[in-house]
C-alpha cells in the first residue's frame, strides 16, 4: 500500500542501525508521530509489543480520533520474536 513506510525504532541519525531488526512498518501518518514522539512502542508484562499514544497528542492539537483507538494495541510482530531489537 503507498501508505505505508518503514521506520528507524532507533534513529539512524543517533547510530540505530540499518537493520530488519531496527524497523517497523507503519502508515505514514504514524510514523510522522512516532518520529515527534506521540506514538511509540512498550513492552506488556507478557512482553508482547503495544502501542502507545501520547496524551499530548490530544492535549497539544485537541485531536487524535484516528490515533488513540491504536492505544494498547498488540502489534503484529513479523517474522518472529526473535527479530525483535533489543
Known sequence: MP???AAHIRYFSDEGPNTVENGIL???DMHAL???GYL???YDRAG???AVVSGRLH???G???DCCPHHGRRLA???DRRSLPT
Open 26 to 28: 507503519m502508515r505514514s
Open 63 to 65: 485531536n487524535g480520533r
Open 34 to 36: 512516532f518520529g515527534v
Open 3 to 5: 501508505v505505508l513506510q
Open 77 to 79: 510482530v513479523v517474522p
Open 59 to 61: 492535549e497539544d492539537f
Open 40 to 42: 511509540t512502542v512498550d
Open 48 to 50: 508482547e509489543p503495544r
